[in-house]
């Protein structure tokens, strides 16, 4: 079941959950059995079942408790790219430990967080993070631009503050 | 700062989402322009710094069985609808991703994705290696207790091959040594990680002639470990050095 894997990963990104984060998987195969008719073949197979996923988080009670709330504004694909400045010096940040970046993660927006794990760690296309998350393509990017930002402000404050 | 009319342009490419017509254009701006270029290094590097802080949760053994155990129980109430079984099953295993999007990258794709991301970041790279020595008896003992396995290298100083060094990187969440070749003007990057850790489907089905992202592959095992080599140099090369460095490892 080589797709539990980044399910799971993903539900414990989104309930912090482990025994929450395995209700939710465990719900999610559920569903994704019972409503396999209604995938449309020529559609993303991880797309659809990442979709399932997130919305049983969404009404689950680690869901309603999480509220995740984004303003507007934060989606903004202008205001996404205005204030990303990188230096030489920045690419050691990248190389920064695993803890630090995954500290970084946690402090991230939930909405920025899903975009950017279901990007750059689960290798989802712009287009599949888009029918995951039911939102437009240009948000999709918008979010990782911010996330990814947001990532690197945290990690830059940290290391700053050695 | 990265020049205005690439801004967007540059996450499209590090995410593999550029157009192929624009790819050859950013690529020969990124040549000239060290602003840029730095840019687009950093948000590489930062890249693949969440990837592997990102994979960080695991499905522990007893869930994963209680899994299997749901799905075979599944399976024969869904006797009446027959024709779901191979759908569902497909569901399960991830296969029907492969079938249904074309040549897209996947899940399966992904050791094999994370190692040429490395190789191309070694490329674009400024930064030193971890270990820069053409020693292979400077290399090798660096690695040690970095590892949980040792390997041997191979005496290269009667070949075209130079040995420039290695680092330690995580592929998969597993540990491996990325050792860096140059041969003429190319260099070549041989990632080398234990085979019983459960190494990812895609860096073993890799069959004579395989490329990635235009880049040659070459995979092969021996002696417990899985060598998997990365460079945009010819088939013949690749077959040398894996000549090579068979024999040499060291489970």
Redesign the interface.
């Known amino acids: ?6 399910l ?2 993903f539900a ?2 989104l309930t912090r959950n ?1 025994d929450e ?2 209700d939710l ?2 719900e999610t ?2 569903k ?2 019972r409503g ?2 209604s995938f449309q ?6 797309a659809w ?1 990442f979709r399932i996923l997130k919305n049983t988080f969404l009404t689950s009670r680690a869901g309603l408790r999480a509220h995740p709330m984004v303003p507007l504004a934060s989606d903004d694909e202008e205001d996404a ?1 205005a204030a ?5 010096e ?7 430990s ?2 630090l ?2 500290d970084a ?1 946690e402090a991230l927006s939930p909405s920025f967080r899903e975009a ?2 279901l ?5 989802l ?2 287009q599949e993070i888009a029918e995951a998350l039911a939102i437009p393509i240009g948000t999709v ?1 918008s979010r ?2 911010r996330g ?1 930002r947001d ?2 402000r945290h990690v830059e404050r940290r290391l700053g503050g050695r | 700062m990265v020049c205005e009319a690439w801004e967007r342009g540059l996450d499209r490419y590090i995410d593999g989402e550029l157009p192929e017509s624009d790819i050859a254009a950013l690529e020969a701006h990124l040549k000239g322009c060290a602003s840029c270029a730095t840019v687009a290094l950093s948000r590489r590097e930062l890249q693949l710094a969440i990837r592997e802080a990102g994979a960080t949760f695991r499905p522990s053994p007893a869930f994963r069985a209680r899994m299997e155990r749901a799905t075979k129980r599944r399976k024969p109430a869904m006797r009446s609808s027959l024709w779901l079984l191979p759908l569902a099953a497909a569901l399960l295993a991830g296969v029907g991703l492969v079938v249904l999007r074309g040549g897209r990258e996947t899940a399966g794709d992904f050791g094999l994705r994370e190692a040429v991301d490395l190789h191309v970041t070694e490329l674009a790279s400024t930064v030193p290696l971890d270990v820069v020595s053409s020693d292979s008896h400077t290399v090798k003992p660096w690695f040690e207790g970095k590892l949980p396995f040792t390997f041997d290298l191979p005496e290269l100083s009667q070949s075209s091959f130079e040995l420039l060094g290695g680092r330690v990187v995580w592929i998969d969440q597993m540990p491996a040594a990325h050792l860096l070749f140059r041969v003429r003007r190319h260099r070549v990057s041989v990632f080398l990680l234990q085979e019983q850790a459960g190494v990812p489907q895609s860096l073993r089905d890799l069959g004579p002639g395989s490329t990635a992202r235009s880049f040659r592959v070459l995979s092969f095992t021996d002696r417990g470990l899985r060598y998997v080599i990365v460079s945009d140099t010819g088939p013949k090369d690749l077959d040398d050095l894996a000549l090579r460095l068979r024999g040499r490892g060291a489970a």
């Open positions: 079941m080589p797709l539990l894997g980044s799971y990963n414990h990104w482990r984060a395995e998987v465990q195969f559920a994704a059995l396999f008719p073949p020529e559609t993303s197979f991880k079942i790219y990303v400045t990188e230096t030489p920045s690419i050691l940040i990248g190389r920064a695993r803890e970046v995954r993660m950017v794990i990007r750059d760690v689960e290798g296309t712009y990017m990782l631009a990814r990532i690197r």
